[in-house]
Nanobody, 127 residues
């Protein structure tokens, strides 16, 4: 059974940092895309970062580019999201997702392309 488990969310003041983790169980990330999404009530889920595990390509939405960094630890089968310079607009439920073959460099931000999802972790940024 495939499980993606996010951790690292919490509350932080504006300007602060958090690091989220997404560990996979029953599934190997290698050569797959792993994406990070976030969602606030009443809004669509937003894809804002992705990585092709085992490769060097990373992808970011403009809203987080330069502040967030996605990375991988193949030995731990874990993908990380370092979030710096957080602001109130980053407050959301954060999800990681993985796909073995339906995601590529052109559609990495589309939630419908991902097969496996974590349960989410809340990030709250106070000003």
């Amino acid at each position: 059974q495939v499980q993606l488990v996010e951790s690292g969310g919490g509350s932080v003041q504006a300007g602060g940092s958090l690091r989220l983790s997404c560990a996979a169980f029953g599934y190997t990330y290698m050569n797959n895309f792993v994406g990070w999404f976030r969602q606030t009530p009443g809004k669509e889920r937003e894809g804002f970062a992705a990585i092709q595990v085992g490769g060097s390509r990373t992808y970011y939405a403009d809203s987080v580019n330069g502040r967030f960094t996605i990375s991988q630890d193949n030995a731990k089968n874990t993908v990380y999201l370092q979030m710096n310079s957080l602001n109130s607009e980053d407050t959301a439920m954060y999800y990681c997702a993985a796909s073995p073959w339906t995601v590529d460099g052109d559609n990495w931000y589309e939630s419908r392309k991902y097969n496996y999802w974590g349960q989410g972790t809340q990030v709250t940024v106070s000003s």
